[in-house]
């Protein structure tokens, strides 16, 4: 199985600051990332898929990139909607895997 | 509009069954591949199924397999999920979500709201 690290696990910042997400991938995964969006009680959201394509009605202050085993979901300007838990996956082989999530709470 | 209504969920004992269902609307249920991930209480995103358009081909997470059988009824637009002796790590909220595309390649573009199973005496 493909394992999926994220970092940090928490992340405290500022309407308004730049963040970085990481996500390492135990093996190379061919850009096959996707990254999600949960606010608490609600269903993940698709933010981005293939590393780096904006799903469709996403905002473009998101953005991912990366390559082989290391992807990175940037935040250029955080919203007040932004603080949520941040999830990645990769969809390369199976069994399906997931990050163990990124919280990103106000500073 | 993408709809995934999902049902079922309840409380259980140890060694008990449920059934989930997830209702489909606004799209060509038959055209995609679908998903079961779920969630335990304040824990990550696991996936645990996957089914082909026509139900011929199916996949699980180690941890369900025996145990859990994914269907589908595509006259009915609906996804099933029979759990069958259920453990107190199968306790989770249970998302129904589609894969992008046709192919089984892809991420999770649409989600239903969830229902939780708990499993407990």
Redesign the interface.
């Known amino acids: 199985d493909i394992q999926m690290t994220q970092s940090p696990s928490s992340l405290s910042a500022s309407v308004g600051d730049r963040v970085t997400i990481t996500c390492r991938a135990s093996q190379g995964i061919s850009n096959?990332l996707?990254w999600?969006q949960?606010k608490p009680g609600?269903?993940?959201?698709?933010l981005l898929?293939a590393a780096s394509r904006l799903?469709s009605g996403v905002p473009s202050r998101f953005s991912g990139s990366g390559s082989g085993t290391d992807y990175t979901l940037t935040i250029s300007s955080l919203q007040p909607e932004d603080f949520a838990t941040y999830?990645c996956?990769q969809?390369y082989s199976?069994?399906?895997?997931?990050?163990?999530?990124t919280k990103l709470e106000i500073k | 509009e993408v709809q995934l209504v999902e049902s079922g969920g309840g409380l259980v004992q140890p060694g008990g069954s449920l059934r989930l269902s997830c209702a489909a609307s606004g799209f060509t249920f038959s055209s995609y591949w679908m998903?079961w991930v779920r969630q335990a209480p304040g824990k990550?995103?696991?996936?645990v199924a996957?089914i082909k358009q026509d139900g011929s081909e199916k996949?699980y997470?180690?941890s369900v397999k025996g145990r859990f059988t994914i269907s589908r009824d595509n006259a009915k637009n609906s996804l099933y999920l029979q759990m069958n002796s259920l453990r107190a790590e199968d306790t989770a909220v249970y998302?129904c979500a589609r894969l992008?595309g046709s192919g089984s390649?892809?991420?999770?573009?649409?989600?239903?709201?969830?229902t939780l199973v708990t499993v407990s005496s």
């Open positions: 096959s996707a999600y949960q609600k269903a993940p959201k698709l898929y799903e999830y996956q969809y199976t069994p399906r895997t997931f990050g163990q999530g | 998903s990550g995103l696991e996936w996957n996949y997470v180690d998302y992008y390649y892809g991420p999770f573009d649409y989600w239903g709201q969830g």
